[in-house]
C-alpha cells in the first residue's frame, strides 16, 4: 500500500476497535471478522472478498507494534495531507505534509517536530535514515511487495504417528482446513515449517510460512534414544543367571525373539537391528534393557531353595568395588 492509504484509511473503523485497543482484542476482533469474510466462505461474493482484503490490511498494520506506531503518528498530521506526485507548476511530492508541518504552503495547520518523537521515524525514514521507504517495512512503496507474515500453530501427536509420520489435517483460526505431511521420525518440539501457508501478503507480495510446532504424546513402553528405540525388558532371576529366549515387543509389529546369555546383569542392553525409528536420513535399533524381577512373595519351598542356592555361592560382596570408588 501507499503511504497516501495510511493517511486516507481509518483501520481502526475498519476493524471496528478503538483507537487504544489491546493486541489481543485487536487479534480477536479481526479473527472473527476474517472468519466472517473469508473467501471460502463466501465463494463469488466480490463484495465479501473485497471486505476480506480491507480488513487484512488493517489488521496487518495494527497488529504490528512498529508499523502501528508510524501509522498513528501520520494519521496524527490530519487527513488533508497529501503525497503527490511531481505536477503542473513544478510543485513537490510532500509539499502539502511540509507545508503543513512548518505552517508553508496550503496546509495551513502548524505541526511540532522533536526528535525521538512520534514523527521521528517517519522523517527519519524519508531522508534514508529510518525504516519508512526501506525493504524490510511494510506498506513502505519504495522497497517493493511486502512479505505476509509468519503464522505459528502446535499440535499433539501420538508416539506412533510421529515415529511412523502420516498425513494430517490442521483448521486455520478462520476455520480453513490445512493438510500436513508429518516425517516419520519427528521428535518432541520439532518445527515444521510450511511454505506459502501464512498470511498472504496485503500488497502482492510473497505470502508467509505456517511454522508447526510438534508435541509428542509420551508411549507406555518405548521411548525415543535418537533413532533408537528403548525398551526394558523384565527376565526372571533364573533366565540371567542360566540363559534363555525371550520376546521382545517392537512397536507396531510383532514380538522378536532375543537370547539373553548366562549371567546377563540387570541394565545390560540387547541390541536389535533395524527396528528403531526409520527415517530419510537412516533407520536406528531397538534396545532391550535387560531388568531382572524379583518375586514379591516366596513360597516356604522358594525360599528354602533360595537360601540353599545363597549357601551355594561364593562369598562375594558386589557392593565393594562401588564401595572403593565411593571412598577414592
Known sequence: MASQDWFDKDFYQVLGVSKDAS????????????????????????AAEAKFKEISEANAVLSDPEQRKEYDAIRAMGSGARFTAPGAGGQGGFED????????????????????????????????????????????????????RDVTATTTLDFITATK????????????????????????????????????SHDGGETGDLILTVHVRKHPVFERDG??????????FPEAALGATIQVPTLGGDPVKLRVAPGTPSGRVLRVKGRGVETKKGTGDLLAVVQIAVPSHLSKEAQEAVEALAAALPDEDPREDLLAKARS
Do not use: C, W
Open 23 to 46: 493486541d489481543s482484542e485487536i487479534k480477536k476482533v479481526y479473527r472473527k471478522l476474517a472468519r466472517k469474510y473469508h473467501p471460502d466462505q463466501n465463494p463469488g461474493d466480490s
Open 97 to 148: 505534509v511540509f507545508g503543513g508541518m512548518f505552517n508553508q504552503g496550503g496546509g495551513g495547520q502548524r505541526y511540532t517536530f522533536q526528535q525521538g518523537g512520534d514523527y521521528d521515524d517517519l522523517l527519519g525514514g524519508l531522508f534514508g535514515g529510518g525504516r519508512f521507504g526501506q525493504p524490510s517495512g511494510g506498506y513502505r512503496g519504495f522497497g517493493g511487495p511486502t512479505r505476509g
Open 165 to 200: 509420520g502420516e498425513q494430517i489435517t490442521l483448521q486455520t483460526s478462520d476455520g480453513k482446513p490445512i493438510t500436513v505431511r508429518i516425517p516419520a521420525g519427528v521428535a518432541d518440539g520439532q518445527k515444521i515449517k510450511l511454505r506459502g501457508k501464512g498470511h498472504p
Open 227 to 236: 533413532l533408537n528405540l528403548r525398551v526394558t525388558v523384565p527376565v526372571t
